[in-house]
């Protein structure tokens, strides 16, 4: 069409213009070619917007992942009032136990109580290294204690998810049955391995959340529970 503007153009000299339909079709062209790469500029942001928001809840699930493989692959027994135990209590959503985690000291390493926290928003990490009092390890009150945010929104788990923590049993090799309630004392000395099951959404995302789900197995416990997965 503006090929053939110009044609006519040439044809009429210098001195001719546009007639009233021809202004009105370029214009109509123009706003047309306007709205199909407007379109496609908003589509293509969509989707990259889209990506980025996928990319940041993986890379966060991941992120938290790491970080409790790390502590529960190196859950260790600790004596505390005559009970030993690596596994201090366990829910579906609070873990609390003890771990050689970030030792200082190989000649004296001191097991870390740590807790992670899924009951709000967050998964949110407390570690707290004990002080040595005559003789053993006193967690009454911390030598020094740090907590964080482990990042990203939690979501409830959704069909065919798992919760936030499962108990293995090292007798049976099945999940321990708590429900809503927390895994039993006598329990606590047989859990064997852990299973996370991380169901997070990335702060600002508007995306479908992260799942991923892996067996932390607790080798230093001398319990028979297979290989991690």
Known sequence: MI???RARLAVRGPEAGLSLTELLTAATLSVLILAMV???FIQTAKVTAASNQTQNSTTVASNIQNELT????HATAVTQSSV???????????????????????????????TFDGTGASLIETQCVPKFVGGAWSYSTCA???????????????????????YIDS??????????????????????????GI???ATG??????????????PNLGLDTGTDS
Not at 70 to 73: L, P, Y
């Open 3 to 5: 090929a053939r503007i």
């Open 38 to 40: 407007s379109a496609l």
């Open 70 to 73: 790390a502590v529960i692959r």
């Open 84 to 114: 030993t135990t690596a596994v201090v209590s366990g829910t579906s959503s609070k873990l609390v136990l003890y771990s050689f985690v970030n030792v200082t000291d190989p000649v004296n390493p001191a097991p870390v109580r740590v």
């Open 144 to 166: 020094s204690s740090t907590t964080r945010n482990l990042g990203g929104i939690l979501q409830p788990a959704g069909t065919g998810q798992l919760p936030l923590f499962t």
């Open 171 to 196: 007798t049976t090799g099945n999940p321990l049955v708590i429900g809503t309630g927390s895994v039993g004392a006598d329990d606590l000395p047989d859990v064997a391995s852990i299973t996370v």
């Open 199 to 201: 169901n997070v959404l």
């Open 205 to 218: 995302s508007a995306t479908a959340p992260t799942y991923l789900s892996s067996t932390i197995s607790m």
